[in-house]
């Protein structure tokens, strides 16, 4: 189906009955729904929300699972796992408006999860592959985000999924404590843990170290 002819099929006008009752629900396309309506349509249960859902959405969640697990991590699942727990527990949003938060807030938990069952195979498995040594000077962005997933492997869960959120993602503090559930205190806390650790490991490769400061990673929280 075209973009076009999507666009087409998501304006059309729908209805449901529920209880009785005829709900009719607003032409929405995906040029002029904001967040609430979108939130309003699910949990109404219209035919058309969770494609409207998924392709505002999908691009946002899926940017977040590969930049915090890395670019040789398929991440397909994932993606579909946050989405169905979004249509699952989407009745219990409070405020509509809110409904990126709500989905950023799954999608860390979803990080957190994996990261444990990452980590509890690496156990299983007896243990990590030594780390290649720096021997270029100069590193190109492939070889570079390796090294710093190697980096990123050796974080507790919380910290790396606060790290990739606030530094990766560009999530403000108080976003980063909303999506992990804590205080903004403990939220800053994980973060200068996790940004020393990271620091302290690239500090160690010179090339990693430029390589950063290039990318913009290099700034302090």
């Known amino acids: 189906m075209t973009d076009a002819a999507t ?3 998501l304006r059309i006008e729908g209805c449901a009955e529920r209880g009785g009752q005829v ?3 607003p032409d929405v396309s995906l040029g002029d729904a904001d967040d609430a309506a979108i939130a309003r349509i699910l949990i109404e249960g219209d035919r058309r929300a969770p494609r409207i859902a998924w392709q505002r959405f999908a691009p946002m969640v899926h940017r977040m699972l590969k930049r915090a697990f890395g670019p040789e991590h398929e991440i397909d699942d994932m993606v579909q796992d946050v989405f169905l727990t979004l249509f699952q527990r989407v009745h219990t949003l409070r405020e509509p408006h809110a409904l990126r938060a709500f989905l950023i807030s799954i999608t860390a938990h979803t990080i957190r ?5 990452k980590v509890a195979i690496r156990w299983l498995r007896f243990g990590e592959p030594a780390d290649a040594k720096a021997t270029d000077a100069d ?9 710093l997933y190697r980096i990123l ?3 507790g869960c919380d910290d790396r999924t606060a790290f990739v959120l606030r530094f990766m993602e560009g999530l403000e503090l108080i976003e980063v404590s909303h999506a992990l559930g804590v205080s903004l205190a403990t939220a800053k806390r ?3 843990r996790a940004w020393r650790r990271v620091v302290s490991g690239a500090q160690r490769d010179s090339a990693l170290v430029e390589y950063l400061h290039g990318t913009g990673t290099g700034a302090a929280p």
Do not use: C, G, T
Not at 113 to 117: D, E, S
Not at 139 to 147: G, K, N, P
């Open 23 to 25: 709900l009719i629900f």
């Open 7 to 9: 666009e087409r099929h």
């Open 139 to 147: 590193l190109d962005s492939r070889e570079a985000v390796v090294r």
């Open 153 to 155: 492997d050796r974080l």
């Open 113 to 117: 999860y994996n990261l444990r069952r």
């Open 190 to 192: 994980r973060l200068a």
